[in-house]
Structures are given as structure tokens and as C-alpha cells.
């Protein structure tokens, strides 16, 4: 715990402590004027004076400038800031933590008569065992990794058509996606944002959980919060009855960690009287500024749907025991209600539900939406690799049967050649700044993810088959799912639900790799 913790306080050292100042407005290509604005109020607060703008680590930073920034050199040096955190031989570096970590989790397993530290973790998971995982992970990696050697094609042409005479870099691949994303589909991230205005995205994941289940949400001025830009709102049944409180805080700032994550300040119980849940939802959108609201690209508004999808598992809980409660479950079932959730916010019927532009009241063309939709699998080969690379790094890690020091530079290196990973790709996290395994709860699970979407495409496939609205199947899905918490096995809840063991088609269909 004490190393965990050392671990995240000095990343987040790094974090802060990382500007990337820009002098020349051309270098920030097309940005979306609401983060030209907020880069400009960041250099103020970091006492710049001068016409300038600061780009930082946080996400509502980094990504934007890797996509929208024409100067290639700039590019190179936030997105190294970037890989590099806790892995630069200073003060903050974390390569010692991952060792000692590593080497006390096999010393552990060990003493719990373990083979490793992921025997040890999987024996309690719907996994079961590293066999197990690793089956998963080769049975996609294939076909993901191909698809990203040929996205790669696709940017190395457009790159070579802006007269670039070099082969496509790390720092490129989001600038040229972007690229090949509008001449593929016409399809603009930044013309989206103004229909993702942060307050509307939060109407429309109420919207449809009250179209589920018919939930009421009344905002409470009155309840105490540990910050001003957070909400507070009492969550009422169908018929008015209380069911929990839900707390929304949503942008970045420095005392903040990254991401996204949900949290339950009061677990539901039922020992001697009912308790119900507090429950919080975090994220790290960009804050609004003086001449613009906070709005979300369409991956944030996804989050939004994620992380609601956790709140909705730890408000639905109706079980006996705190440690049952909620997300109390096991690691490779608990991301699979809030990826459930992801799959509304595409859909027409939703996205009519809140998706207007923030300025004019319209709603979202369908034109739009269908190119959204056609987009869908786009870049889906990047976006699976670089999630499996840190899938596979968390396993090799801590399928180690020995106490022996492992090096994290050459082991990480070793462990993607293991794999194959092409190298304009790196693992989504690397080691030195791998929160969900070494200072989270996800060593030996960063998995679960994939596992757990596999669940939830298969699972949405029971409304498809109805309607996406359907209230009887949005019911047993709350009772069978939502409420019970880690009363029972992971696949014995989601066989009664949908009736039969889930299947991997519905997930490679999902993700264009079929």
C-alpha cells in the first residue's frame, strides 16, 4: 500500500510539473477554440506572461494537441512527456517501486502456496486461471494487431502526402487519424463538441435511466461538497421513493488524479437496517472557461456513459453485506455493467434524448449520426492493441514465479517483442505510470476490460433483440445484474440474465475485427 501510494503521488509530480508552452498560434492547427481557451488560461495560472498557451499531461490536454497540432516536433515532445512519466532517473522515477512491487507480490503468492501472483489474483475471478486470460488475449490479438498494421498504411500514405519523408511515428498517429478520419467519413471530433455540452450529456445518461427504469434525479444544493464545480442529486425510484445519492464531479485540475472512476462514499447494506448508497462519479473533462461552456468530444461523452454505469451498479445494489455491496465483485466482471452503458450512447433514439448544440437548441443532424455511426469501428485496431499491449504487460509482470529484480525498461521492451507490437504503437500505459496495477486494483486484471466486454456486446444484444428501451428486459437486467452485487459467481448472474453463456462474436463484430 505504501509503495502504491508512493507510486501515484509521484506521478502526479510528473504530471503537474510537465508544460508544454506554445507561442505560435499556427501550432495549434484546428484545436477546438473552448481548448485554445482553456490552454490560454492555464498559462496565465502558471504565470506566463505573454500571448502563449500551456499544454499539460492531464487528458483534456494531450490527446486534443497529439490530434489537432500541425508541428510535428511539438507533437514529438508532449507525447514523449507522456510515455516517459515515472521512468526519467529523477526524484519522481517509479521504475524502483515496480521492482519492489513485483518481487513482493511473488514473494506473497508464493507464501500463499500460489505459482505466481496471477494464480493468485485469477483463482477468486470469473478467469480462473492465467491460461484462461491469455486464451482470450491471443484470440484477438491477431486479428486487432492486423488491423492496426492496416491503419498504419493508411496514416504512413496521408503523412507522405503532406510531403513528410519519414516513416509514421508514435507522435503522429493521432495527428494523421484524424486526418484519414475526415477524408474517410467526413466526420469532424471538434464539430461534434458543441452537441456534448457536459450538463447535456448529464441529462441525457439521466434521460435514459429514467427511460430504463423510470429514475428521477433532483439536484441538492443543500448537501455539503468537497468542491464547488461538483452536483449533488438525489436519485428517486419510479415511484418517488429515495434510492441513493449521486455526487458528479467533473473536470481536471492539479490536486486531481487522472481519469475517470466511480466511488462509493456509503455502500449499500441490509444487516439490521437498510442503508442506502453514496455513490460518486469522477472524471477529468476540460473545464469551461469565460467565453465557453465544457464541451465533451464524443469518446468523453462515452465516459460519461461508463462511469454512470458504474454509479447505476452501486445505487441498484440490494444485498445484505457492505463487502457484497455494489461493485464488490470480481475484477473481470466489474467494468461489464459500465461498458453495458457505453453501448446506448450511439444509438438514435439516445442521442436525440440530449445531443442539441449548446448554442442554437438544434438537435444532432441525422446525417451526423449516421457518420458517427459508420465511424464506429474506425481506428478500432489502434485503440484494441494499444489496450491489449498493457493487458499483456500487466500479465507478464505477474506471471513471474520468481523473487528475483526484474528491470522495467528491458522487461517491458522483452515482453511487447514477446507479442509482436509494432513500435509507432505503445502499450496504453506503460510501466512507470501503470496506476490500475501498481497503486489500483487491477494487477493481474487490466484484462477484464476486454473480458468484460465481451459480456456486455453480447449482453446489449438481449435489448437489440427487443428494443434498446425495453423496460421488462431493462428490469431483469437490474435484477439479475444490478442488484446482487458479488452475491453469486460472475457467469452464473450473467447466465440468468441472458439465459446461456456469453459469446465472443458479438465483440469482434462490435470492434470491426470479424
Known amino acids: 500500500a505504501e509503495l502504491g501510494q508512493q507510486f501515484q503521488e509521484n506521478l502526479l509530480n510528473e504530471t503537474n510539473d510537465f508544460e508544454l508552452v506554445v507561442t505560435d498560434r499556427a501550432d495549434l492547427g484546428s484545436l477546438p477554440g473552448s481548448l485554445v481557451a482553456l490552454a490560454a488560461e492555464e498559462a496565465k495560472r502558471r504565470g506566463h506572461d505573454c500571448e502563449c498557451w500551456v499544454f499539460t499531461l492531464q487528458r483534456p490536454s494531450i490527446n486534443p494537441f497529439l490530434q489537432y497540432s500541425p508541428n510535428r516536433e511539438l507533437r514529438k515532445k508532449m507525447f514523449d512527456g ?113 452537441y456534448f455540452e457536459v450538463n447535456a450529456v448529464r441529462d441525457g445518461v439521466f434521460g435514459l435511466a429514467t427511460a430504463l427504469w423510470g429514475l428521477q434525479f433532483d439536484e441538492r444544493d443543500d448537501l455539503p461538497k468537497w468542491h464547488p464545480d461538483q452536483q449533488v442529486f438525489e436519485v428517486r425510484e419510479a415511484d418517488g421513493s429515495h434510492l441513493a445519492i449521486l455526487y458528479m464531479d467533473y473536470f481536471s ?46 469518446t468523453n461523452a462515452e465516459t460519461f ?61 441525422q446525417a451526423v449520426i449516421d457518420k458517427i455511426n459508420a465511424s464506429a469501428t474506425f481506428d478500432q485496431g489502434f485503440a484494441t492493441v494499444e489496450y491489449m499491449a498493457a493487458s499483456y504487460l500487466d500479465m507478464a509482470y505477474h506471471v513471474l514465479d520468481s523473487t528475483e529484480p526484474v528491470e522495467p525498461r528491458g522487461f517491458e521492451d522483452a515482453a511487447m517483442a514477446d507479442i509482436g507490437l509494432i513500435e509507432e504503437i505503445i502499450p496504453r500505459y506503460r510501466s512507470g505510470y501503470f496506476q490500475h496495477i501498481f497503486s489500483g486494483g487491477y494487477s493481474s486484471g487490466y484484462y477484464s476490460y476486454i473480458w468484460s466486454e465481451i459480456l456486455d456486446a453480447d449482453a446489449f444484444m438481449a435489448f437489440q433483440e427487443t428494443d434498446i428501451l ?45
Not at 441490509?270 to 464541451?295: H, K, M, Q, R, Y
Open 253 to 298: 485540475r492539479p490536486s486531481k488524479r487522472g481519469g475517470a472512476w466511480m466511488n462509493a462514499l456509503r455502500s449499500q447494506s441490509n444487516v439490521d437496517e437498510f442503508v442506502t448508497p453514496i455513490v460518486t462519479n469522477n472524471f477529468n473533462f476540460p473545464a469551461p472557461t469565460e467565453g465557453s461552456p465544457s464541451l465533451l468530444s464524443l
Open 470 to 514: 425495453d423496460r421488462e428486459t431493462a428490469a431483469r437486467y437490474r435484477e439479475e445484474i444490478l442488484s446482487k452485487g458479488g452475491t453469486r459467481p460472475g457467469m452464473e448472474l450473467y447466465r440468468n440474465f441472458r439465459g446461456r453463456d456469453p459469446e465472443i462474436g458479438p465483440l469482434l463484430e462490435k470492434r470491426g475485427l470479424n
Open 82 to 194: 507522456y510515455a516517459m512519466r515515472g521512468d526519467n532517473d529523477n526524484d519522481s522515477d517509479n521504475k524502483a517501486i515496480v521492482t519492489r512491487t513485483v518481487q513482493l507480490r511473488a514473494e506473497r503468492a508464493a507464501l500463499m502456496g500460489y505459482e505466481s501472483h496471477a494464480h493468485y489474483v485469477l483463482s477468486d475471478n470469473m478467469a480462473e486461471s492465467p491460461e484462461k486470460v491469455y486464451d482470450l488475449l491471443n484470440r484477438i490479438w491477431e486479428p486487432a494487431l492486423r488491423g492496426a498494421k492496416a491503419e498504419r498504411a493508411d496514416l504512413q500514405a496521408m503523412m507522405e502526402a503532406d510531403g513528410i519523408d519519414d516513416r509514421i511515428r508514435g507522435w503522429d498517429w493521432r495527428y494523421y487519424t484524424e486526418k484519414v478520419r475526415k477524408a474517410k467519413y467526413d466526420l469532424d471530433d471538434d464539430a461534434l463538441r458543441p
Open 305 to 365: 456513459f461508463h462511469e454512470f454505469g458504474h454509479a447505476l451498479h452501486g445505487m441498484f445494489s440490494n444485498v445484505r453485506y457492505e463487502s457484497l455491496s455494489g461493485t464488490s465483485t470480481p475484477r473481470d466482471f466489474v467494468e461489464f455493467p459500465s461498458q453495458v452503458m457505453e453501448n446506448w450512447m450511439r444509438q438514435p433514439e439516445v442521442l436525440g434524448m440530449f445531443a442539441r448544440h449548446y448554442e442554437t437548441g438544434e438537435p444532432i443532424p
